[in-house]
């Protein structure tokens, strides 16, 4: 329903203010506006018998937290640039979109939420490292904790499935089922851990997994069987994938084209969430000859000219994303000391009908430098006839 955003706002005050208060969420960014933040999180916390708002602010690198007295007052920061704030109770959750026109889009659902007060100061992971996934894939040792050697793979998975679940809180699927192809999954760390995180929120969660290797599909398809999950394997390149319905793609570090094979697929099969952490790219460094001035100051030295194309590269992705009605940013998913291929392309399909302006500017940078992405390639026929480019 819309109501007006003042309403809203002292609605969702109110709901924070209750006893039943569990925790609150606000993210994505309303238009015109810029958030000191990229996320707020915020939650009841007993400290020294006193009741306490423990409030996390994450600027996608790391997190702030503090807390704060009980008639602190959170309307400056529901009004502060967040276009999606939610509210959820033990019983309810209060949800509020704010539109392009500054109307509030709330909705409100039933939900059963137990109220935890306990004031952790250690990272939540979102699976623990006990968890009967990580056995099956041997991360962990006897005692359930995460062998050394496997450390930076479990951190990776945590962060990414912590971004998969802010999506979800944004995105809001309302739906029993929810279907998860991971293109390019290897040994399927990443793609046991989604099953896994998943089945907690839907009641069936069907899962793809893709692989050219014979000894993956091998290999996964074992481990599925001593997790006694359903989960279903193919030996194929992405580009070879079969087309199916899929909620969320996801393709962690697929190679050069191999992220552009992958977000094609995603689109082409009308994925909801589209997740891509690209790999090693060449396929522009071959194209650009001669950077447009004045650029040619950085790309006369080969490192520098390398991680800018890199991200040129991925820069494109993005806005050949937006111009087909996703809405889409870049995010570092995981820190440099674990690997040095930490961005992360998250999409969401929202159908929303291009700006001229983000048109002009696609067209701008392909023509100045003088360059054709492959994923414009694969996507020609969808761009023309939804962003006419």
């Not at 990443?190 to 091998?218: H, M, P």
Request: glycine residues 4%.
């Amino acid at each position: 329903m819309k109501i007006e955003l003042g309403v809203a706002v002292a609605q969702l005050d109110q709901r924070i203010k209750s006893e039943h208060f569990v925790r609150a969420v606000l993210s994505g960014r309303r238009r015109n506006m810029q958030t000191e933040f990229e996320r707020i999180d915020i939650k009841p916390v007993l400290i020294k018998e006193e009741i306490k708002w423990q409030i996390i602010s994450s600027d996608g690198k790391k997190d702030i937290t503090k807390n704060v007295e009980i008639d602190f007052n959170f309307t400056h920061l529901f009004s502060s640039g967040f276009a999606n704030l939610v509210v959820d109770t033990q019983t309810e959750s209060y949800q509020v979109r704010i539109s392009k026109k500054d109307e509030a889009l709330v909705s409100v659902s039933k939900v059963n939420l137990s109220r935890d007060l306990s004031h952790d100061r250690q990272k939540q992971r979102m699976l623990a490292e006990s968890n009967q996934v990580f056995k099956a894939l041997d991360m962990s040792d006897l005692l359930g904790r995460i062998k050394p050697s496997k450390m930076d793979k479990y951190k990776q998975v945590d962060e990414f499935l912590r971004l998969i679940s802010q999506t979800l809180d944004t995105q809001d699927l309302k739906q029993d089922e929810i279907s998860v192809v991971d293109l390019g999954c290897g040994h399927a760390y990443l793609t046991f851990a989604v099953g896994e995180f998943l089945k907690n929120r839907y009641k069936k969660v069907s899962i793809l997994g893709v692989d050219e290797r014979d000894e993956s599909k091998e290999h996964n398809e074992k481990v599925a069987l001593k997790l006694k999950v359903e989960a279903k394997f193919i030996a194929a390149k992405i580009s070879d994938t079969p087309n199916q319905v899929v909620d969320i793609a996801i393709a962690l570090h697929a190679c050069d084209t191999a992220t552009d094979d992958a977000i094609y697929w995603a689109v082409k099969n009308n994925a909801q969430v589209i997740m891509a952490a690209p790999c090693c790219m060449h396929e522009l460094q071959t194209q650009i000859k001669e950077a447009p001035e004045p650029w040619a100051l950085l790309t006369k030295n080969g490192l520098v000219k390398e991680r800018l194309v890199d991200l040129i590269t991925d820069s494109l992705r993005a806005q050949i994303l937006k111009l087909l009605g996703y809405r889409v940013d870049i995010v570092e998913f995981i820190g440099g000391e674990h690997t040095a291929r930490n961005i992360l392309i998250r999409a969401v399909k929202t159908n929303q009908i291009s700006s001229d302006i983000d048109k002009d500017r696609y067209q701008q940078m392909l023509s100045q430098w003088q360059i054709k992405p492959y994923l414009a390639k694969l996507l020609a026929s969808e761009l023309k006839a939804s962003a006419g480019v």
